[in-house]
């Protein structure tokens, strides 16, 4: 059997040969447990263990690599990443963690094509079997002083029984587990492991970040983007294609934040018009109806729908909230006809009670909830019509985002404060720690209290005046 080829691992600074599983495991020596860096970066970015640092631009067609778009298009480093710099930025502490090598176990929330498997590899997922293995592994290889990453995709997947497995070798640090996922991980997710691990969510890429990235697939497959009125005059260029600015940002914005679905959609479209091309002087003009045809057989064989599913929630909470009935149970239907579960569904109506509904109807809440614990018992087909009376129920409700509008206010104060967080007034402190500074500050202690009692303000020092239900 031919050995796999040599890649570089995060943990190790020498490319090592991937053992032969289905679950992507990482190996790292503890006396090289930094990540690569680049080079040529004089700021020391933190490198992708995906791909070696010497690779060099492939030409699109060239037949001896098959591989899809998306995997040629695989981050080389943090900084190529497009999007998510609220976690990989220069000083985040996902970045200085993966950069000094102490990573820990954690889990990967966001959309689907927002990046969660490009840094790490891409993982395949696997049975409880291939679980067990991966675990004898690891243990091997910590006896040779190496630790192991085992990285999980959709290990929502995993029931939360199936879940219990990890929860030894995390514990007891066997193996380092990075699990990725599009479900909330606090309902498809079991506790206990939940609580071992640190949550990163990942948000939906951009149109920016995915203009950006085609821009740079377009290079990779020798093509150029131009602007329309440049179309004629690039006809003499050496490249093999081109297409317009406003055709990428086009299907930027059809990908609904999906770069997975955005580089299949270009790069069936090149296929179809340059690969099968005759050999011309001319480059061939890429137009928006190859692209758009392309697109839809994109999202077929990567699963999704004509219609996104999040457009058809996006299109459900509107008419709620703008009390239209009829337009409500239509999109519910559109959903139910996806073949969602309708717990899924039910989960969403429970937010949106609470969110835009709120203190305007006490019984709206209580209705969702129950719409929930109905679909959980008895599923569908029997419980699309309990989805369809809570939907009915809330559109016609009063609506109030008071507690809503309050809630984001009070964030907002927390994530704007600049140094630590105010401490809590000395008076409702609970009783153990009241006692502790009681013993600390002797005497002093009763005027503190007298003082915070007079004042009777529960905000903290700094904060007295704050009103989050304030409407300006």
């Known amino acids: 059997m031919a050995s796999n080829p040599k890649r570089t691992f995060p943990f190790g600074g020498k490319a090592q040969t991937p053992p032969q599983k289905k679950t992507r495991i990482i190996f790292a020596s503890n006396q090289e447990n930094k990540l690569e860096h680049s080079d040529a970066n004089s700021d020391n970015e933190v490198t992708s263990p995906n791909k070696p640092k010497d690779q060099t631009k492939q030409t699109f067609g060239n037949k001896k690599s098959h591989a899809p778009l998306a995997e040629k298009m695989r981050p080389n480093k943090l900084s190529d990443y497009a999007g998510q710099s609220h976690l990989i930025g220069p000083r985040t502490l996902l970045y200085d963690l993966l950069r000094n090598g102490e990573i820990p176990s954690m889990i990967l929330w966001g959309p689907p094509g927002c990046g969660k498997a490009y840094f790490f590899g891409q993982p395949t997922t696997s049975s409880i079997n291939d679980v067990r293995k991966a675990v004898t592994e690891a243990e091997n290889q910590a006896k040779q002083g190496r630790r192991t990453v085992v990285f ?26 990075i699990g990725a996922t599009t479900e909330n991980p606090s309902s498809g997710l079991n506790s206990a492991l939940l609580s071992r691990c640190r949550v990163f969510v990942l948000k939906k890429l951009q149109k920016e970040n995915l203009v950006s990235i085609l821009m740079k697939a377009i290079k990779i497959m020798d093509g150029e983007v131009v602007a329309e009125s440049e179309i004629i005059s690039k006809v003499n260029s050496d490249t093999k294609f081109f297409v317009a600015q406003n055709i990428l940002e086009w299907l930027a914005e059809a990908c609904d934040g999906d770069a997975r679905v955005a580089l299949g959609g270009l790069e069936m479209t090149v296929q179809a018009r340059v690969s099968n091309a005759n050999i011309s002087s001319k480059p061939i003009k890429l137009n928006l109806n190859d692209v758009k045809h392309s697109l839809e057989k994109a999202q077929s064989l990567t699963g999704k729908k004509s219609d996104n599913i999040s457009q058809l929630y996006s299109a459900l909470h509107h008419s709620i909230v703008a009390d239209e009935d009829n337009a409500a149970l239509y999109w519910l239907a559109r959903i139910m006809d996806t073949g969602e579960d309708p717990v899924y569904i039910a989960r969403k109506l429970v937010r949106i009670a609470s969110e835009d509904i709120g203190l305007a109807d006490d019984y709206a809440l209580d209705t969702a909830v129950h719409t929930m614990n109905a679909c959980q018992m008895i599923g569908m087909p029997e419980c699309d019509v309990v989805l369809a009376q809570c939907v009915v129920y809330l559109t016609r409700a009063e609506k109030s985002k008071e507690a809503s509008n309050a809630l984001k206010k009070s964030k907002g104060i927390i994530e704007n404060h600049k140094g630590p967080q105010p401490k809590v007034p000395l008076f409702i402190k609970d009783t153990s720690a009241q006692k502790k500074l009681k013993a600390t500050l002797g005497p002093n202690f009763k005027n503190i209290v007298r003082e915070e009692n007079l004042n009777k303000n529960h905000l903290p020092q700094g904060l007295e005046n704050v009103n989050f239900f304030n409407d300006e």
Do not use: S
């Open 152 to 177: 999980m995709d959709e290990i929502h997947r995993f029931n939360k029984l199936q879940q219990d497995i990890f929860l030894p070798h995390v514990e007891a640090g066997t193996f380092i587990l």
